[in-house]
T-cell receptor, first 114, second 113 residues
Framework: DSGVTQTPKHLITATGQRVTLRCSPR?????VYWYQQSLDQGLQFLIQ???????AKGNILERFSAQQFPDLHSELNLSSLELGDSALYFC?????????????FGPGTRLTVL | GENVEQHPSTLSVQEGDSAVIKCTYS??????FPWYKQELGKRPQLIID?????GEKKDQRIAVTLNKTAKHFSLHITETQPEDSAVYFC????????????FGKGTKLSVKP
């Protein structure tokens, strides 16, 4: 157990819908990262937050947005869902925003868009 | 943008043999190179990492080597065991210390008893 929690574990929804994925970092970690894992694309970095502020952006679609709240938990919002958004979404946390610190991954949320 | 190439995509070895996975990166500012192991249905977990001021690092049966000039780094697993079977991801920090990790596409390692 990494100490990072994600809810829900599974999510099944229809195209065009909107969903929210939630992540709680390890106690004491200030930075949260979101990744998308598809079968043939490995781990794609989406976005990073540090202490409530957006720190870095990767290949995140405009239909996706995220935020980190004062209690440091983070939410990833996915809207106008398409079939291709079906994937495993991981959240990870690290002690601070430096890229050389270990990232601890949560168990993931498996999103299925029908 | 930054790209991390990882080879091979699949690797099958006999128990007790060695396994080598290779990665290349393109950003000269990259200075941190972690390796993550993801067992089936589980989360990725860090197994070893190396920073750019070091050429090699070893931890029991696993070792990582880095060639900054050629922008190559490799994972070496010796005396493989069935429990080493997993997907292994290399990564590098695009943009250096304040950047973010870019992952390779993974190598599925199968160790046959």
């Amino acid at each position: 157990d990494s100490g990072v929690t994600q809810t829900p574990k599974h999510l099944i929804t229809a195209t065009g819908q909107r969903v929210t994925l939630r992540c709680s970092p390890r106690s004491g970690d200030l930075s949260v990262y979101w990744y998308q894992q598809s079968l043939d694309q490995g781990l794609q970095f989406l976005i990073q937050y540090y202490n409530g502020e957006e720190r870095a952006k990767g290949n995140i679609l405009e239909r996706f947005s995220a935020q980190q709240f004062p209690d440091l938990h983070s939410e990833l919002n996915l809207s106008s869902l398409e079939l291709g958004d079906s994937a495993l979404y991981f959240c990870a946390s690290s002690v601070d925003g430096a890229s050389y610190n270990e990232q601890f991954f949560g168990p993931g949320t498996r999103l299925t868009v029908l | 943008g930054e790209n991390v190439e990882q080879h091979p995509s699949t690797l099958s070895v006999q128990e007790g043999d060695s396994a080598v996975i290779k990665c290349t990166y393109s950003d000269s500012a990259s200075n941190y190179f972690p390796w993550y192991k993801q067992e089936l249905g589980k989360r990725p977990q860090l197994i070893i990492d190396i920073r750019s001021n070091v050429g090699e690092k070893k931890d029991q049966r696993i070792a990582v080597t880095l060639n900054k000039t050629a922008k190559h780094f490799s994972l070496h697993i010796t005396e493989t065991q069935p429990e080493d079977s997993a997907v292994y991801f290399c990564a590098s920090n695009y943009g250096g210390s304040q950047g973010n990790l870019i992952f390779g596409k993974g190598t599925k390692l199968s160790v046959k008893p």
